[in-house]
């Protein structure tokens, strides 16, 4: 079967799959195109917290153990105002629309590879993945190694996450940590002086965390070298509901994320974040995706840079999916398009880059599927 991955991609890019929406549509979507391919697909269902039905598709063809899979997502990020982000343009060599680059262009650029080979031309089997909920935390993906019968009966050997990365293999990236922390005072008009404002109860919390942006960026311990920048990232965002200046702040939150990195003393980093906001009686709650790290120069790694020419495989700042398949499958990140571009007003993909993909993907099915 011959998939025009322009053309697959824009119909994808037409189908609006924002992340607190339903990924129904494009899933059946997606299913017909898989099925028509010659993949007999399973679907792995939930409904969300918000009462949303979310689909994950699990797509194999061939038999046997081993093999390759190729992995996505169909949610993207909102689309945003000042453009219209679900109707795909061609302009100047680039596509155009809300998730071109993150990551509809990617998947079809691994749906139009795989769909070029037969039973018959896989000695290992072939297996490509559709997550949901991976803009919301990894969900679909931390659901499906669990849940879906077709990866726990036999995970393939080698997992290409197919996020943007300008086709240069990437072998390990960040994780991270977000911590929320809650002050609570009483709202009431400042000139009857009974109000008690969460802000100031706060503060002396913040003052504690900008004191640790030096000691987070300049001891070594919390760092690793192999990241551009080494760093972990530290930040902190605050709201207190626009609180008029008339009146005490009846709720301050403060959100903050720490950026994982093996080796880097992450743990003890969130720790000293947590461990602060729990002495000042402070409302506290956190969470925290792993980092990825595969071998730099691994089989993987190897056959990634035979079938893009590249001297190497790197490493990046952002986090995909990986983290949750690397204790399953020897995993690596490829896949066409720029980060940088992807959620943005305007968000775009070069098509020169979207065919390429397609070859490269095909050569990693020949050299790892067809030998």
Known sequence: MNIDVVELASELIAMPSETPT?????????????EESGFTVEEVTYIDPSGEE??????????????????????????????????????NGKLVGRGAADMKGPLAASIAAASRFNDNDLKQPLVVVVTADEEGGHIGAHDIV????????????????????ELQPVYAHKGGAGITVTARGIAAHTSTDRGESANFKI??????????????????????????????????VISDGDTATNVSAARTVVRLS???????????????????????????????????????????AQAACRA???????????????????NYADALVLGPGNIAQAHTVGEWIAIE?????????????????GS
């Not at 849940?147 to 943007?164: A, D, F, K």
């Not at 999916?321 to 690397?326: G, L, R, S, V």
Request: aromatic share 10%; hydrophobic share 40%; net charge negative.
């Open 22 to 34: 339903s990924n129904r549509p494009i899933s059946d979507f997606l299913r017909g195109v898989l």
């Open 146 to 165: 669990i849940r879906s019968q077709t990866l726990t009966s036999g995970w393939p050997q080698y997992c290409i996450v197919c996020e943007p990365t």
């Open 258 to 300: 720490i950026r994982a990195m093996p080796d880097a003393c992450f743990e003890e980093a969130v720790q000293m974040v947590v461990r602060r906001a729990e002495a000042h009686g402070l409302e506290v709650e956190h969470w925290s995706i792993s980092p990825f790290f595969a071998s730099a120069d691994g089989p993987l």
């Open 353 to 369: 880059q979207l065919h390429e993909a397609v070859e490269v993907y095909t050569r990693l099915i020949e050299d790892l599927c």
């Open 203 to 236: 503060a002396p919390f913040l003052a504690e965390m900008a004191d640790l942006v030096p000691v987070f960026r300049s001891e070594q311990r919390f760092q690793n070298p192999l990241f551009d920048p080494p760093t972990n990232g530290f930040n902190m």
């Open 54 to 91: 979310k689909v994950s598709l699990v797509a194999k063809k061939g038999t046997g153990p081993g093999g390759l899979g190729l992995f996505s997502h169909s949610d993207t990020v909102p689309g945003d105002i000042g453009w219209d982000p679900f109707t795909p343009a061609l302009e």
């Open 308 to 326: 893009t020419g590249a001297p190497e495989a790197v490493t990046v700042p952002y986090g995909t999916e990986a983290e949750c398949y690397q």
